[in-house]
């Protein structure tokens, strides 16, 4: 199976390209530097030449406070980009996994999500990337949407790693708890994926 991997050297971008080579897949590690995604004819172009089998999509823009004010870029990545892959992914009949996020859904639940609740973004983040969901979801014949949330691992910044470097230079730790959330590890993440894009469960 050939993978095209989006994202590839981002926080969980790694861990896929890894994940699946192990598997003695043929991986194409894509980044921002030999990947445009915002850029139609160089999508149409890379997907073409490689003839993925399937497509995971992991570049996003993820400056959650950023994206406030950056409100142009994070809609170019998040949702022109994401059109461009899933264009281009459709003309060679791939599958398509866009990875999605909690933000999405606008936080007010007392219960855990479901696939198929209402969402209801509250932030550009999550406007910009439910976008690219609906996108996913108009254009590709064979996706899979995969929300997840509080992403940490090796790679890449993360909330696990800013709590350990101010757990040794701080005697006492002030944060903010009026989130709650699923911290999800990359690894496990990784694995999600692996296993779905091998089957015919399209959908969220």
């Known amino acids: 199976m050939k993978i095209l991997v989006t994202g590839a050297v981002g926080q969980l971008g790694r861990d896929v390209v890894a994940l699946f080579e192990q598997q003695s897949m043929e991986v194409l590690p894509c980044d921002r530097d ?5 850029d139609s004819e160089a999508c149409l172009r890379r997907i073409q030449e490689f003839t993925p089998d399937v497509i995971i999509h992991c570049a996003a823009y993820t400056a959650v406070d950023q994206a406030e004010t950056d409100i142009d870029q994070a809609y170019q990545v998040n949702a022109v980009g994401t059109r461009n892959l899933v264009v281009a992914a459709e003309k060679i009949s791939a599958k398509f996994c866009y990875i999605s996020t909690d933000y999405v859904f ?11 609740d209402n969402t209801n973004p509250q932030s550009i983040y999550g406007k910009s990337k439910r976008a690219g969901e609906v996108l996913v979801q108009s254009l590709s014949s064979a996706y899979f949407i995969v929300r997840t949330s509080w992403v940490y691992g090796l790679h890449g910044n993360n909330f696990v790693k800013t709590m350990l470097k101010l757990g040794k230079d701080k005697p006492v ?5 009026d989130q709650k959330g699923s911290p999800t590890y990359t690894v496990d993440l990784a694995a999600f994926p692996l296993d779905l894009v091998q089957t015919a469960q399209y959908g969220i």
């Open 173 to 177: 730790l002030q944060v903010v708890n």
């Open 34 to 38: 030999s990947l445009d995604i915002t």
């Open 106 to 116: 606008d936080g007010q639940s007392t219960t855990g999500y479901h696939e198929y």
